[in-house]
């Protein structure tokens, strides 16, 4: 018996990489840029930039509402309050520190999110 899980295993194992090669995956578009094989450079950095703004903007917003709803269900505890409290402040601030460092880079100078780069001969 252990012999025959071993090999379904391996087959499996070894054939999963062939299976794989048959999805088609499309990524998200973030902030105009669609993430294929082809794109150089310039556009694969500014994609991940816009992916990177998202992801920390998301996890801030989820830290905000589980402090929020940790706040609303410590039923009087200060030890959780506090708790609390801190994680409420620590999304804020880190969902102001992701959208100053936007507003930054868009009002002061937008070309810093274009990347200009020599091509290379």
Known sequence: MKKILTSIFLISFLLLPAASLALELNYPT?????????????KLIAWFYYFI???AG???FVILVWGGFQYLSSAGN?????????????????????LTSWLILQVINPDL????????H
């Open 30 to 42: 973030f902030g105009g840029y669609t993430l294929t094989l082809d794109m150089d450079l310039n």
């Open 53 to 55: 703004v998202g992801v």
């Open 58 to 60: 998301l996890s801030a």
């Open 78 to 98: 200060p030890t959780a309050i506090g708790d609390a409290k801190d994680k409420i402040k620590s999304a804020l601030l880190g969902l102001l520190i992701i």
């Open 113 to 120: 999110t274009t990347l200009n780069l020599p091509q290379l």
